[in-house]
């Protein structure tokens, strides 16, 4: 009998804007930004670092090597913070500079990859207003994939995605974005109006009305994962009160594994009470590849997180993660030196939680973490 649950988990997939662009139809290309006012620019930045993008690309082009990885492990549960409205339709929301949109014919480049759960809790999926929003949640629907973090109401925005184990052990997702992440405060749900769930803090305050929340759906036996869009894209540091909100959210017993994103590039990971922590996962899929980014920790990495979860204590027993870069816009294994020089910067950053990677194969590293990991450990 199977005792553990695996899951593939992912931070922002950001499938519009010069993405959207390379499949076989694109919206229209027009940009309100004050640097690029067409999409297609992003492609040719791209094209400059690694050569030509032949399009329009089939939809499981943008995954590239990651779609074996991901069969290989026999992934039960898929989960990624889907940051892009997919819209042809509503109106750029004002003054907000950057605008991810791609078109609902796209959305089977993310059922090629099986994907389970898109939370929606992000600064991005109103881009393009309440109308983007709903027909995000349409397209997505009818495709046959959850959402979780935004919905037509506050009540709706609410509900947690629901999937079922082989095993008969229920998981529950929920979903909140932050305000420091940058989600304007009009994107919050309301019992009147569309949009996403919104934490104004991480206060104690917020943390127990969280868990309120979880409290509603949540029964005997039910595994919970918090997905949270918090904190700045870049740097390394885990903000104090981040590591108090994930700890009180497994000290509560609100939630068995938090799953944070927001962050260009992965962050610590912190094991506790014997439960995972991702305080960022880091950006999967995005359309950055030509873009000159003097920015801490900035080596262009991405990575899925392979996490085995006991099904009886909801304990991480084995987590994986595998680097890639994007070449032509596609996830490729990246150059040894290049994985050597991200490992050791992350494990540098990582030790204040006396959380380890080590090279397990080449393209896949595997985390340890001392047993019986003090719980009182303070706060890097």
């Not at 009470?273 to 920790?297: F, S, V």
């Amino acid at each position: 009998m199977q005792t553990h649950t695996t899951l593939c988990l992912a931070g922002d997939v950001m499938t519009g804007r010069g993405i959207d662009q390379i499949m076989a139809h694109p919206c229209s290309p027009e940009l309100y930004e004050s640097w690029v006012r067409d999409a297609r620019e992003y492609v040719k930045l791209a094209e400059k670092i690694h050569g030509r993008i032949p399009h329009p690309v089939p939809p499981e082009h943008i995954w590239g090597e990651a779609l074996a990885a991901m069969v290989r492990r026999q992934v039960d549960l898929r989960l990624v913070n889907l940051e892009t409205t997919i819209t042809t339709h509503g109106h750029p929301w004002p003054a907000k500079g950057i605008h991810y949109r791609m078109n609902p014919m796209h959305v089977n480049a993310l059922q090629t990859a099986n994907i389970d759960v898109c939370s929606l809790a992000n600064n991005h999926v109103m881009d393009w207003g309440v109308d983007g929003l709903r027909e995000t949640l349409n397209v997505l629907h009818s495709a046959g994939l959850r959402t979780v973090g935004a919905g037509i109401d506050q009540a709706s925005a609410e509900i947690p995605a629901e999937w079922h184990a082989p095993t008969g052990e229920r998981w529950l997702i929920f979903a909140w974005a932050t305000t420091d992440s940058g989600v304007p405060q009009p994107w919050r749900a309301t019992p009147q109006q569309a949009g996403i769930q919104l934490l104004d803090t991480l206060s104690e305050h917020s943390a127990l009305q969280l868990a309120h929340s979880v409290a509603r759906y949540r029964q005997a036996g039910d595994r919970v994962i918090v997905s949270l869009h918090w904190g700045s894209n870049w740097g390394w540091d885990v903000r104090a009160e981040q590591q108090q909100f994930a700890r009180w959210l497994i000290d509560w017993d609100v939630a068995d594994l938090v799953h944070g994103h927001s962050s260009h590039h992965p962050r610590p990971i912190e094991i506790y009470q014997g439960k995972l922590i991702l305080y960022g996962c880091g950006d999967l899929i995005n359309d950055y590849e030509g873009i000159d980014m003097h920015e801490p920790g900035n080596l262009g990495m991405a990575a899925l997180f392979f996490a085995n979860i006991s099904n009886r204590t909801g304990e991480l027993l084995r987590l994986e993660m595998c680097p890639w870069q994007l070449k032509k816009f596609r996830l490729v294994r990246a150059d040894d030196n290049y994985e050597e020089a991200f490992r050791t910067l992350f494990n540098d950053k990582s030790s204040a939680f006396k959380t380890r990677m080590q090279v397990q194969t080449p393209g896949v590293w595997t985390l340890s973490w001392p047993p019986g990991l003090a719980d009182d450990m303070s706060c890097p």
